[in-house]
């Protein structure tokens, strides 16, 4: 079954960049469309990027567009998000999730149709 670990978290200036990584050791990654959230202290948890299953359509949020970039590799069960030129505002801990139902029409901002969510890693941008 689907059991996810994210990676990469920590401290970063702004300006700086950062890759966090979310390791799956299910076998049917290459299955599931995935997404990145981000919950910042004292606010709602947030959609920040999506890729579907053959990672051939993104989509992300407008405050990280232009700046975030999202990508698999199913070959090794493992999501990524490549952060640029972050900013204080990116604060927070990241999710990585994934869509193991079947969805008629699947929407990829929306977090009730992510399933399987992984406990999160930090990302702090200072001033």
């Known amino acids: 079954q689907v059991q996810l670990v994210e990676s990469g978290g920590g401290l970063v200036q702004a300006g700086g960049s950062l890759r966090l990584s979310c390791a799956d050791s299910g076998r049917t990654f290459s299955t599931y469309s995935m997404g990145w959230f981000r919950q910042a202290l004292g606010k709602e948890r947030e959609f920040v990027a999506a890729?579907?299953?053959?990672?051939?359509?993104?989509y992300f949020s407008d405050s990280v567009k232009g700046r975030f970039t999202i990508s698999r590799d199913n070959a090794k069960n493992t999501l990524y998000l490549q952060m640029n030129s972050l900013k204080p505002e990116d604060t927070g801990v990241y999710y990585c999730a994934a869509a193991t139902r079947r969805w008629a029409e699947m929407v990829y901002t929306s977090e009730d149709h992510y399933d399987d969510w992984g406990q999160g890693t930090q990302v702090t941008v200072s001033s």
């Open positions: 890729i579907n299953w053959g990672g051939g359509r993104t």
